[in-house]
């Protein structure tokens, strides 16, 4: 099993920038993924790390370090649209994916 | 990307009715799909583990007699909630796999409400 942790609530003002950690323990790390979730809806995909380092698209950046079991999610330029919980999500084997409770980070003018 | 839909979106039922949720792989095949169930701001949680043509892995916890997973071919898996109660009242969302490395497919969920 894994134990994946990430903090329950972040608040950033329009704008800004937020970092997202999530620590995890796991017996079989094959990757490790970023979902959006916005209330009442299915998880959209954001990113996916499985080597060292940092991936960038658009405004959003996920880094994975394996060593430490630790990967963070960075949003720029936050926008209201941005207000949603943000899953973190590893892999073991091929598609079998453990899910974080999630971070809700509220987006304020 | 990859598309998966699920059916219905939300449904009503009268507790002690059962109520069968659909996923399908619309342009992919899927060996292997996944049931999660999410309570009100809570985290998906795994259920199962669905594989076509065999039996459904549960998760610790889940009972297998009443959440019932078929998955009879490459493109649909069926959750059915027997008996349903009104804790059994969640979010339900399918995912599927599309091979490799790649992330995995939702569906769009379905809210199911136990009256």
């Known amino acids: ?109 | 990307g990859a598309v998966v839909s699920q059916h219905p979106s939300w449904v009503i039922c009268k507790s002690g009715t059962s109520v069968k949720i659909e996923c399908r792989s619309l342009d992919f095949q899927a060996t292997t799909m996944f049931w999660y169930r999410q309570f009100p701001k809570q985290s998906l949680m795994l259920m199962a583990t669905s594989n076509e043509g065999s039996k459904a892995t549960y998760e610790q916890g889940v009972e297998k007699d009443k959440f019932l997973i078929n998955h009879a071919s490459l493109t649909l898996s069926t959750l059915t909630v027997t008996s349903a109660h009104p804790e059994d009242s969640s979010f339900y969302i399918c995912s599927a796999g599309h091979g490799g490395n790649t992330e995995a497919f939702f569906g769009q969920g379905t809210r199911l409400t136990v009256v």
Request: net charge negative; charged share 20%; hydrophobic share 35%.
């Open chain 1, 1 to 109: 099993g894994q134990n994946i942790d990430q903090p329950t609530e972040m608040t950033a003002t329009e704008g800004a920038i937020v970092q997202i950690n999530c620590t995890y323990q796991t017996s079989g790390f094959n990757g490790l993924f970023w979902y959006q979730q916005h209330a009442g809806e299915a998880p959209t995909f954001l990113s996916y790390n499985v080597l060292d380092g940092l991936e960038e698209k658009g405004r959003f950046s996920s880094f994975l370090s394996r060593s430490k079991g630790y990967s963070y999610l960075l949003l720029k330029e936050l926008q209201m649209k941005d207000s949603a919980s943000y899953l973190c999500a590893v892999r073991e084997g091929d598609y079998k994916l453990s899910f974080g409770a999630g971070t809700t980070v509220t987006v304020r003018a």
